[in-house]
């Protein structure tokens, strides 16, 4: 069983700790007694969602022995205009780069992550649409 920690520090600003005991800020808007100065909780989502598709990601091109020199992602969400605004649709762009990044080793890679080893990605897709895709940046175009 997982438990985190969760302390109003005024407003919407919130700490949040988990069991590895690292203090993370949240906070709200403004207009709803916020103060702005950290991330909402649906962002956090999206990082949760990121980070979590990513570690398997990167771990999976290390066993197949691609190198990169960097990877990043984006990730858009759509959500409802009326309250709960719930995510309807979530889309994932994973960008390598990086010399000889073979495409089949890209997809089999994010197909793993997606289908199955991130709990994030499992959890979300009952809730709403997960769609991703993929760019690869070969170092020798970007230095030319």
Excluded at 14 to 34: R, S, V
Excluded at 50 to 66: E, N, P
Aim: charged share 30%; aromatic share 8%; net charge negative.
């Amino acid at each position: 069983m997982k438990q985190v920690h969760i302390r109003q520090v005024d407003g919407l600003t919130f700490l949040a700790k988990g069991e590895t005991n690292h203090w993370i800020p949240i906070d709200g808007p403004k207009e709803f007694h916020g103060s702005a100065a950290a991330s909402r909780p649906k962002e956090l989502l999206l990082m949760a969602l990121g980070s979590c598709t990513a570690s398997d990601v990167d771990s999976i091109l290390r066993k197949k022995k691609v190198d990169l020199d960097d990877f990043t992602m984006e990730i858009t969400g759509e959500d409802v205009e009326t309250y709960p605004k719930v995510f309807t649709k979530i889309h994932i762009t994973y960008i390598f780069t990086g010399t000889n990044i073979q495409e089949k080793d890209v997809e089999r890679a994010i197909d793993l992550s997606q289908n199955k080893y991130c709990p994030i990605s499992a959890m979300l897709r009952h809730s709403c649409k997960i769609t991703y895709s993929y760019e690869i940046i070969e170092k020798d175009k970007m230095e030319s």
